[in-house]
């Protein structure tokens, strides 16, 4: 018992150092007192108010980490753009619509991480998530040029892309159809991999629709 | 330290002129979903160019962490403001559905009710 | 910094805040009001950028950190208890309107006192 008790905080470390960083960030120097009563204060605040624990099992890879990073900086400064040009555009309104995009990945990380870049890039944003079908129904702004809805799908599915490529295990890529991480085709070579162990049946979970209009809330 | 001035001043413009584009795009636009894809332009690109225009000015590197933390924050928190607002809306109505090209969400709910009752 | 960039900086903004607010008081409904509010703490958030430069009021950004921080608390609150409003209460009443209602609470709480007594 102790043993998974104690595995239990070293869980929670990250989000110590996390909050110990911005306390220090908050204060603006870096001190000795400053950092001990950072801690203080987050082991406190993680004892108080425990953390449900958001079960990581992935690999975070740093060239797909950049590449996230950069592409989400492009897509809002250009989405940005074009929904300025929108809203200046008097004489027409949006006509806008609901997608539906069911994602191919099982893990809640990131279908969570998906749905929050989504809606951080202007002009679509996550209406409803659905967990069971790890669906989204996103908000398109405008779609009345052709082939609009196609795109939008498309983007959703390029980002969650990304993002896996950015913190998923090699096996979990494989198993949602995305093409391997093309920066590791090379250097897989000789290299044993290691991170095969986990079974891929536990986390699936049938593809079946919304059985009633509400979700679990 | 004129170039600095220079892109703080570029970055600090862009940023005002975005916040007004949003703010007239929410004035405009017909129903409450289109209004929030304006409203999350100056939450989010408008705040980056305003802090890095701020940090720029101020050119002080304590100061540029604690801006990068403004910037961290919001980019953490919007998305999440504006998927619990989208939602609320579009439960509680306030879509235009005559705006609406395709509505796959409400097809998909009517399908879950006609199996219920059946 | 120049005052010029300023200057125009601040019309901006207080053009923004001013259509902003247009949309605040027309509504139609509380989630409209609070999406306009949001950019309205954008707006604020870009005048306290600008004061803090021009008068290099450099403690200010411990202000714009609380207010990233807590901006989206308001929006998820209300979010959280909207409902289907009728069509009535959508809107600010006018001056007559809101004498008229507050005139017959009064008298409602009066017959009231009279029925208690």
Known sequence: ?217 | MNAMMIAASVCLIAGCLLTLVAAIGVARFPDMLARMHAATKPQVLGLMLLMAGLAFGLGSSQLTWKLVLVVVFQLLTAPVAAHMVGRAGYRTGKVRSDLLVRDELTEDLERARLRKES | MSPVVMAVCAALLTAAAVVTLYRVEKGPSMLDRVVALDVLVSTLIGCLALVSLWFGREDLVLVLMVLALVGFVGAVTLARFAASEPEEERRILTEAEAAAAEAAELEDEESMGEDSR
């Open chain 1, 1 to 217: 018992m102790s043993g998974r008790g104690r595995w239990d905080w070293l869980q929670r470390v990250p989000m110590a150092v996390w909050m110990t960083a911005v306390w220090v960030l908050l204060w603006g120097h870096l001190t000795v007192a400053n950092v001990l009563t950072g801690v203080l204060v987050s082991v406190l605040l993680l004892w108080v108010f425990p953390m449900p624990r958001v079960g990581f099992e992935g690999r975070v890879s740093l060239i797909g980490v950049v590449l996230l990073t950069g592409r989400l900086l492009v897509d809002v400064v250009r989405a940005s753009v074009s929904v300025a040009i929108r809203a200046l555009r008097w004489r027409q309104t949006p006509h806008g619509a609901v997608i539906r995009v069911p994602l191919r990945s099982e893990s809640d990380l990131f279908l969570t991480l998906t749905a929050e870049l989504t809606t951080l890039v202007p002009g679509s944003f996550v209406v409803e998530a659905h967990r069971f079908t790890g669906t989204l129904y996103l908000h398109v702004l405008d779609v009345t040029r052709p082939g609009a809805l196609e795109r939008a799908r498309h983007d959703v599915f390029e980002q969650e892309r990304r993002v896996m490529y950015a913190f998923a295990t090699d096996a979990d890529i494989e198993a949602a159809g995305f093409e391997p991480r093309p920066w590791r085709l090379r250097s897989r070579g000789g290299r044993t991999r290691t991170r095969m162990t986990r079974e891929r049946s536990s986390y699936e979970r049938g593809k079946v629709l919304p059985r009633d209009g509400e979700d679990e809330s």
